[in-house]
Nanobody, 120 residues
Framework: QVQLVESGGGLVQPGGSLRLSCAAS????????MGWYRQAPGKERELVAQ???????NYAESVKGRFTISRDNAKNMVYLQMNMLKPEDTAVYYC??????????????WGKGTLVTVSS
């Protein structure tokens, strides 16, 4: 069974930095896209950043120039480096991957989320 586990959330002051990590485990044949979404209180979940297997990345306009997504295919991990954090970045951040397990077709997988709070 494929599982995603995030880490690295916490409380940070405005202007600070955090690095989120997400590890995929289980019987994995291939990982296609890796990405991060977030959901703030009272708002819908939104895409923050996404890395596709071909090497390109996409970012939400609100985080361009401040956040960087990276992936380690050998370790089945994805990272989100968040710099110049703002209070409006406060949200639960979810890891998302499109994964082809060894024993079934590709599926969309989610982590349980990690809370990022930006406050002074």
């Amino acid at each position: 069974q494929v599982q995603l586990v995030e880490s690295g959330g916490g409380l940070v002051q405005p202007g600070g930095s955090l690095r989120l990590s997400c590890a995929a485990s289980g019987s994995i044949l291939r990982i296609y896209t890796m990405g991060w979404y977030r959901q703030a209180p009272g708002k819908e979940r939104e895409l923050v950043a996404q890395s596709v297997s071909g090497g390109s990345s996409n970012y939400a306009e609100s985080v361009k120039g401040r956040f960087t997504i990276s992936r380690d295919n050998a370790k089945n991990m994805v990272y989100l480096q968040m710099n110049m954090l703002k209070p409006e970045d406060t949200a639960v951040y979810y890891c998302n991957m499109v994964i082809a397990p060894r024993d079934s077709g590709p599926g969309n997988y989610w982590g349980k989320g990690t809370l990022v709070t930006v406050s002074s």
